[in-house]
Structures are given as structure tokens and as C-alpha cells.
């Protein structure tokens, strides 16, 4: 890829409380050394969300987000009292 498309990749190592954050869109990949559990959070921005709603198969997708996202911000203000 360097040479075609001027892309090189980096390679590093992650240790216990570690976190690693991918850009949204860049390919990545993953090779485990040791048995390990991996925790992956997906962020949706606002500008993105609104071209997934004129793609009927996504739309299921983005409610399914957007209630999960509500169900949580309702559940953290009322341990807010």
C-alpha cells in the first residue's frame, strides 16, 4: 500500500489498561500475542446518523442506536438524583 497509495501502517503493542482509538472509517487490524478479552465501543456522529436514515436497511439499525443511546442517558440522570 506504501507504494500505490502512498498508506503505511504502524505497528504497536498494547499492554493491560491500554486503549487504542481508530480513527471511524480507517481499516485496522488485530493479532492477539495472548489469550485477551476485547472490549469495543462505536461512536455515531449526528452528520453521519442522517444519511443512514435514507437507507431503509440501515434505518432498523439507527432506531436500534438511538434507543440504546436514550435508554443509557435516562438510566445515568436518574443515578443523578
Given at each position: 500500500l506504501r507504494e500505490e497509495c502512498g498508506v503505511s501502517g504502524w505497528t504497536l503493542l498494547q499492554f493491560e489498561g491500554d486503549a487504542v482509538l481508530v480513527p471511524a472509517?480507517?481499516?485496522?487490524q488485530v493479532q492477539t500475542?495472548?489469550?485477551t478479552i476485547s472490549v469495543e465501543q462505536?461512536?455515531?456522529s449526528p452528520?453521519?446518523?442522517a444519511h443512514l436514515r435514507d437507507h431503509p436497511q440501515l434505518?432498523?439499525?439507527l432506531d436500534g442506536m438511538i434507543f440504546s443511546a436514550v435508554?443509557?442517558?435516562v438510566g445515568v440522570l436518574r443515578g443523578c438524583k
Open positions: 472509517g480507517a481499516p485496522h500475542l495472548t489469550g462505536r461512536f455515531l452528520e453521519n446518523a434505518r432498523a439499525q435508554r443509557e442517558a
